[in-house]
């Protein structure tokens, strides 16, 4: 990645290949219109990033005011703003804008605690530009909590609605298909549940599922990772998927992988 960043007092401005996260959540993120990506996409912590231009303006220790723009291969363009600021010991944003010259984009989300466990949601509204007084908006929102205990064993669920409509006709088709806030989910309402140990200090595992309750579906996902050293890790990752596309007629896929990262 390659960018110029420039700042002034309170604002700083970045130009060229950058992560844009106004994510929330741990896994669909309603609110995270300029990076997309997919929870199954295991092999890529950095996230995408975007040729962009974005202006920060921080007004407090926790508030800012962000705007930022992009265009993609297809010269379609995403710009929106971002407010953020905190209350009551939570984090709170509200952005605005347009999403790949299509849709006018409201959203509003938050992260907290309850009781020391995370509480985190997201929620956008999506209206398209051509025919924006008619009633076809698309709303998503995504709900989250996570739990760590004493032992350092870690809990997390999530819940999402995605009221768009995904013509995919299969688990393979919208595992290698690109995503958008519209697609980040094949049914109407997704559960997801995951949880992770480091048994020792050099070896941790997780288990994560999803539930799809409109196609009879779900996902299991154990993941086992080994320190080999400071800088080696090696991690035996499976993903397995079974529902129903169409009715009457279950799909299954199965993939594993064995990855071996060095970081430097």
Do not use: C
């Amino acid at each position: 990645r390659a960018w110029i960043d420039f700042t002034a007092g309170n604002l700083q401005i970045r130009a060229g290949r950058q992560r844009i996260n106004w994510g929330q959540n741990f896994v669909w993120n309603p609110n995270d219109i300029f990076n997309t990506y997919s929870f199954f996409d295991f092999d890529y912590e950095e996230k995408p990033g975007s040729d962009a231009l974005r202006v920060q303006y921080y007004t407090g220790a926790s508030s800012l005011f962000e705007a930022a723009v992009k265009i993609d291969a297809n010269e379609d363009i995403t710009a929106a703003g971002k407010f953020q600021f905190n209350q009551w010991s939570y984090d709170f944003q509200i952005l605005g804008g347009l999403l790949n010259s299509e849709d006018w984009t409201l959203g509003f989300g938050w992260a907290g605690d309850i009781e020391g466990a995370g509480f985190r949601g997201e929620m956008t509204y999506l209206h398209p530009k051509e025919n924006f007084t008619d009633t076809s908006g698309i709303f998503i929102a995504s709900l989250g909590l996570d739990y760590t205990f004493k032992n350092s064993l870690m809990i997390q669920f999530e819940a999402l609605y995605n009221g768009a409509t995904l013509d995919v006709s299969g688990f393979e088709q919208y595992y290698y298909m690109p995503l958008s806030v519209k697609t980040i989910s094949f049914t109407d309402y997704t559960f997801f549940a995951s949880v992770s140990y480091p048994v020792t200090p050099l070896f941790n595992g997780s288990l994560t599922g999803m539930y799809f309750p409109s196609m009879d579906g779900f996902f299991l996902g154990p993941n086992l990772t080994y320190s080999l050293s400071a800088n080696i890790g090696l991690s035996f990752i499976a993903q397995h998927f079974r529902g129903e596309f169409t009715e009457g007629i279950t799909q299954k896929m199965t993939l594993a992988f064995l990855r071996l990262k060095w970081s430097f």
